[in-house]
């Protein structure tokens, strides 16, 4: 990834806002590392299974083609012209939700990396990832991360599925002084390690790239999984998952959240609170037996 739609000019001192417009190139199969460059106008590349989006701020036919004749284990399915806000699904801007207040880096004045109005700021640039703190899981796992703050404070935070890193930089925000932030997608992973820059938290959160499932057994006094329900499944049933303190889990359909809430049942944990948006999203908070609340 060379540049964002929201990239800083200077991380320091000023921002410029995203770009107006995206090119997306979608191709099927995995882009290899070659040596080769795009030019200027790229922006990154969404990788989803066997399929890669490729983002530019201008047309890039011309660079398309070469890359595909580079790599024959590419190929051009379609592309598409869209504003910025139509890919991130909303015009992103400042809001506040409990002791928080997410501040686009556009939008941010001096000071905004501490405490602005009371609140806990954390500036966020979600770039071309999901994840900007509007959803209602994502709002919940603040509530639930607020939650455990307020009874018993946490050392160590793992968060799998970290998007935009935004729960990562609360949790480090609210205390933790060491946070693990881990996406299989290399753009996310790429993402919130600028989001780390952005709010100086380099010294205590690290960003990797990886699957939840192998990141599990890292040690963490809380573990935070705002993930697929199917790789969620997976997670609650291992010792890595189990050997946690306390935990939050969200990103869960109605059914979903009632297999795993019945599965936690049979584990030595204790389900503490759960949260549900409109009866469709639910989270659930929880502790180890024999941990502290």
């Given at each position: 990834?060379?540049?964002?739609?929201?990239?800083?000019?200077?991380?320091?001192?000023?921002?410029?806002?995203?770009?107006?417009?995206?090119?997306?190139?979608?191709?099927?199969?995995?882009?290899?590392?070659?040596?080769?460059?795009?030019?200027?106008?790229?922006?990154?590349?969404?990788?989803?299974?066997?399929?890669?989006?490729?983002?530019f701020?201008?047309?890039?036919?011309d660079?398309?083609?070469?890359?595909?004749?580079?790599?024959?284990?590419?190929?051009?399915?379609?592309?598409?012209?869209?504003?910025?806000?139509?890919?991130?699904?909303?015009?992103?801007?400042?809001?506040?939700?409990?002791?928080?207040?997410?501040?686009?880096?556009w939008?941010?004045?001096?000071?905004?990396?501490?405490?602005?109005?009371?609140?806990?700021?954390?500036?966020?640039?979600?770039?071309?990832?999901f994840?900007?703190?509007?959803?209602?899981?994502?709002r919940?796992?603040?509530?639930?991360?607020?939650?455990?703050?307020?009874?018993?404070?946490?050392?160590?935070?793992?968060?799998?599925?970290?998007?935009?890193?935004l729960?990562?930089?609360?949790?480090?925000?609210?205390?933790?002084?060491?946070?693990?932030?881990?996406?299989?997608?290399?753009?996310?992973?790429?993402?919130?390690?600028?989001?780390?820059?952005?709010?100086?938290?380099?010294?205590?959160?690290?960003?990797?790239?990886?699957?939840?499932?192998?990141?599990?057994a890292?040690?963490?006094?809380?573990?935070?999984?705002?993930?697929?329900?199917?790789?969620?499944?997976?997670?609650?049933?291992?010792?890595?998952?189990?050997?946690?303190?306390?935990?939050?889990?969200?990103?869960?359909?109605?059914?979903?959240?009632?297999?795993?809430?019945?599965?936690?049942?049979?584990q030595?944990?204790?389900?503490?609170?759960?949260?549900?948006?409109?009866?469709?999203?639910?989270?659930?908070?929880?502790?180890?037996l024999?941990?502290?609340?």
């Amino acid at each position: 990834m060379s540049r964002r739609p929201n990239q800083p000019y200077n991380q320091d001192t000023a921002y410029i806002a995203p770009c107006q417009e995206l090119f997306i190139y979608y191709l099927k199969g995995r882009l290899k590392a070659d040596g080769a460059v795009f030019a200027d106008n790229y922006i990154g590349n969404w990788e989803e299974e066997e399929d890669s989006f490729l983002f530019f701020s201008q047309p890039a036919f011309d660079q398309v083609e070469n890359l595909l004749k580079r790599q024959p284990q590419l190929s051009y399915v379609d592309s598409y012209h869209m504003p910025y806000e139509q890919w991130l699904g909303e015009k992103f801007t400042s809001f506040e939700h409990g002791k928080f207040r997410v501040i686009p880096p556009w939008e941010a004045s001096t000071g905004t990396k501490n405490n602005h109005g009371g609140k806990i700021s954390i500036l966020l640039d979600p770039g071309l990832v999901f994840g900007t703190g509007t959803h209602p899981t994502t709002r919940n796992c603040l509530e639930a991360l607020e939650l455990a703050a307020g009874s018993q404070k946490f050392s160590s935070v793992l968060d799998l599925g970290t998007g935009t890193g935004l729960l990562a930089l609360a949790a480090a925000k609210l205390g933790s002084k060491s946070v693990m932030a881990v996406d299989l997608n290399f753009l996310a992973a790429a993402t919130a390690r600028h989001n780390v820059n952005l709010n100086g938290l380099q010294n205590r959160i690290v960003t990797a790239q990886g699957r939840a499932e192998d990141m599990i057994a890292c040690p963490a006094n809380l573990v935070i999984a705002n993930i697929h329900y199917h790789v969620m499944r997976q997670l609650v049933n291992d010792s890595g998952f189990l050997g946690k303190k306390r935990f939050i889990l969200s990103g869960l359909f109605r059914s979903e959240a009632k297999d795993i809430a019945d599965n936690l049942a049979r584990q030595p944990v204790t389900i503490i609170k759960q949260w549900t948006y409109e009866g469709i999203w639910h989270t659930i908070y929880g502790k180890a037996l024999d941990a502290e609340s």
